[in-house]
């Protein structure tokens, strides 16, 4: 997870760095020279002063240092060692800790991290001086004796293996235990006398040791037909295309992603998190956490019940899913229903079916509407407490950056008790009050709604409230209610996180951890509920399932498979980065999983007849092709071959073109499946210059009679509807005014949906269920549609066999 990166992506200490490369300030100057005292080279300073935070605490640092007198070389390495890893919760301490640096009491980087582990461990506690001193073995120390004889003990005992490897056998481990049985020995004397005694038992190093390794055995060529793989930074690409990404590629399934990528605290280790609000019951509250949720991960998907989930919501859901599932914890689906007037049971039903579409099982389904009463009683709370208070403010003189203090923010705690009790019994008009909490948020806003009067009845509580919680004070305090461990979002949520840890420390309830992702966003496409919904109201797509959207329920529709969205989302990785992705990125992903799991069927999108003149049977005859031609033992199907075949009208030319390798009149083709070569005889035409039929001679293919090319084709076809689709924006970015300046609605691509008559086999005719997927060979990969009947069958195109260079 990348923390602390301003809106351009970068450290706000870069900003200097990348556009005034060149310039450094008299203080910048200045600051090199005082780092250099301690011990940095210049280069090191400089790099150093990159990093605001890391700057600010060197120097304070190195100020309560030399309160003691000059500062040696081996003491600057530990304060710099200090300033790079204390947190904000324990700065406080910095003299302190730094008293001890000076007197050689903390003398290594292992007792320093013991310390700051101790204080930032005991923050709100009264600090025990000989407790922190124990816990970092101050006066504490291991002689060499005592190492020599942990090391002769550990080498005893692997003594055999080690003869057998000699030097290359691997001694890390074996010092690791060392030091888990010497804790304060220090490191170079371990390593030192390990030297020493491998020596003793090997003796110098002969031949074989110096000889470099052999090479590992060569790995068997591909099988024809299969396409190798490129392995990039431990992640696995079809030779196709590497996934174009905004950011490089780390890991091919969200388990790998969670359990090799992701470095989040902790259970019960929130006070580590950066940021993170300590109070003096914090410990206590942890303790009681842990023991509701038994140390395990708790995370939680909270959709807002109004609208269809997206492509950038899959992220989301595998974050949540995926981190808990990693860790062998468990996730809710929360639905934050707090605003009735848009909440319909469609949507609830429909973001539960796309979570478990993408495999992930809720381990219990709750609402934000559970907690009414316990979010209201605690609203209560905060105004007894002086931090709330009632406000007649408009919400519009509530918008905007800097909006007017309220004049109502110090009214008397009696009289917003009372009005907040009007505002709950239906005595006040909506509009005409809000109840508003006494914070800052991170931007600067201050004092956001907690809870505003709505008279809509609510789609689980029915007419039991006419008040509704915002957001901003809901969300925080349903995640302390279900103890999640790790309140995961994307980033714009950051400007909220100030409010989230005042809102349970002010209740004095556990506060989970925030922590914040870059969002995912789409090319070519549109995900705002508003937006699609006015795509649907002006008959520009059907509905929010229409296959040239990024909803899930589309993306299902257009035969996309979950475990590929999945994978996708995995290679996006999780950083705190925004990252836009263009749609061949997700497309790239479904090819890769349909590849292997989409049987392969023939089908002509553009059909032209084609007569056999020397068929040598008077019935048509029944073949079997693979269902995967790599593979013929998954199964097969079975196929007519008649004298009347349908061959696509572009693997014909009836003048020879460079290059084209298919059925000309000076050029025969192999029929797949068939076994047989096709050589051009004569063609049929309408009076408009149509070809009608071609007519052809069939020969066996053999050694002597080899075609340049095999074709698909169709013999007693079956009629389907087969709907091919195409991006439905023309640019990037349709809601950018500058590259759309008419607004979105303008951007449509005419061409984005065609419908065309296909023929296909009678055996895929009988088995293509909805949702099934095949790929029709030579043209692409296709799912069948919801809007099939018994009496139609109906195929939406999911990707083409490659990516399309000629999309719009």
């Known amino acids: 997870m990348v923390r602390g990166r301003n809106a351009c992506g970068l450290h706000p200490w870069c900003v200097t760095a990348v556009f005034f490369p060149n310039k450094m300030s008299a203080g910048s100057a200045e600051d090199v020279k005082l780092f250099q005292t301690i011990g940095l080279s210049e280069q090191k300073a400089k790099e150093t002063l990159k990093n605001a935070n890391v700057t600010k605490n060197l120097k304070l640092a190195i100020s309560e240092a030399a309160k003691h007198g000059p500062i040696a070389h081996d003491t600057g390495v530990l304060l710099y060692h200090l300033a790079s890893k204390i947190k904000n919760q324990i700065i406080d301490k910095m003299e302190f800790i730094a008293g001890y640096i000076v007197e050689k009491k903390l003398d290594s980087v292992l007792r320093m991290d013991a310390a700051l582990t101790y204080l930032l461990a005991n923050v709100s506690n009264v600090l025990d001086v000989a407790k922190f001193e124990e816990s970092c073995g101050i006066g504490v120390t291991v002689s060499p004796e005592q190492i020599e004889e942990e090391v002769e003990k550990i080498i005893k005992a692997h003594k055999d293996e080690i003869l057998e490897k000699r030097y290359r056998f691997n001694s890390g481990p074996l010092m690791q235990q060392v030091r888990s049985s010497l804790k304060w020995a220090d490191g170079k004397a371990i390593k030192n006398e390990f030297d020493v005694q491998l020596l003793d038992l090997l003796g110098p190093k002969v031949d074989a040791d110096l000889a470099s390794a052999s090479k590992p055995a060569k790995q068997p060529k591909e099988t024809k037909g299969k396409k190798p793989e490129i392995v990039k930074e431990g992640i696995r690409f079809s030779e196709q295309k590497e996934t174009p ?74 974050i949540n899913f995926g981190y808990a599932a990693a860790y062998g914890g468990i996730c809710y689906l929360r639905y934050d229903d707090t605003n009735p007037e848009k909440e319909e049971e469609k949507f609830f039903v429909g973001i539960r079916e796309m979570v478990e579409w993408l495999g992930y099982k809720p381990f219990a389904v709750t609402h934000s509407s559970d907690n009414f009463q316990q979010l209201y009683d605690w609203a209560v709370e905060l105004v007894k407490k002086g931090l709330a208070y009632v406000c007649h403010q408009s919400s519009e003189e509530m918008k905007g950056f800097n909006p007017p203090p309220s004049p109502w923010r110090d009214r008397p705690i009696e009289e917003s008790l009372l009005l907040f009790n009007d505002m709950k019994d239906g005595l006040l008009e909506e509009g005409e009050a809000t109840l508003r909490m006494k914070v800052t948020l991170e931007e600067g806003k201050q004092d956001p709604v907690a809870y505003r009067i709505k008279y809509s009845p609510h789609h689980r509580t029915g007419d039991k409230w006419c008040i509704y919680p915002t957001y901003d004070y809901t969300h925080c305090l349903c995640d302390s209610i279900e103890n999640i461990t790790h309140s995961l979002c994307t980033k714009e949520f950051q400007s909220r996180r100030s409010s989230y840890y005042w809102l349970c420390n002010a209740l004095d309830i556990y506060c989970p951890v925030q922590w914040e992702y870059g969002r995912l966003n789409v090319n070519y496409t549109v995900v705002s509920k508003r937006k699609i919904a006015k795509l649907i109201h002006e008959g520009i797509v059907s509905d929010w399932d229409d296959p040239r959207l990024f909803t899930l329920t589309a993306l299902r529709r257009r035969g996309f498979p979950p475990e590929a969205i999945n994978n996708f989302c995995a290679q996006m990785g999780v950083t705190g980065v925004q990252a836009t992705i263009d749609p061949t990125a997700l497309e790239a992903a479904v090819r890769d999983v349909l590849n292997s799991t989409a049987a392969r069927h023939m089908v002509v999108l553009e059909p032209i007849k084609l007569t056999v003149k020397n068929f040598p049977q008077e019935n048509a005859i029944k073949l079997t092709a693979p269902d995967f031609p790599n593979d013929p033992e998954r199964g097969h199907h079975e196929i007519t071959f008649d004298e009347i075949v349908y061959i696509e009208a572009t693997d014909f030319k009836e003048i020879e073109e460079k290059g084209f390798r298919r059925l000309t009149p000076k050029q025969p083709v192999g029929l797949k499946h068939a076994g047989v070569v096709i050589t051009f005889e004569s063609i049929e035409k309408d009076a408009s210059g149509n070809i009608t039929n071609i007519i052809v001679r069939q020969d066996p293919v053999s050694e002597k009679n080899k075609p340049k090319a095999f074709i698909h084709w169709v013999s007693h076809p079956v009629l389907a509807s087969v709907r091919l689709y195409e991006r439905l924006f023309k640019h990037k970015n349709p809601e950018d005014t500058n590259e759309v300046p008419h607004g979105f609605l303008s951007d449509i691509n005419p061409s984005s949906k065609k419908e065309i008559v296909a023929y296909m086999d009678n055996s895929l005719a009988k088995t293509a269920k909805v949702y099934d997927k095949f790929q029709f060979e030579r043209i692409g990969f296709f799912s069948v549609d919801p809007d099939t009947k018994a009496s139609k069958l109906v195929f939406n195109r999911t990707v083409t066999l490659k990516e399309d260079t000629g999309k719009i």
Request: hydrophobic letters at 30%; glycine letters at 10%; charged letters at 20%.
């Open 245 to 318: 990404t905004s950011e490089k590629v780390g890991a091919q399934t969200i388990s790998e992603l969670m359990k090799t990528k992701i470095q989040f605290h902790k259970p019960g280790e929130n006070y580590k998190t950066d940021g993170y609000v300590v109070t003096p019951n914090t410990h206590r509250l942890l303790q009681k956490h842990l023991k509701a949720t038994g140390g395990k991960v708790v995370t939680r998907f909270p959709p807002e019940p109004n609208g269809i989930l997206h492509i950038g919501h899959a992220k989301a859901i595998n």
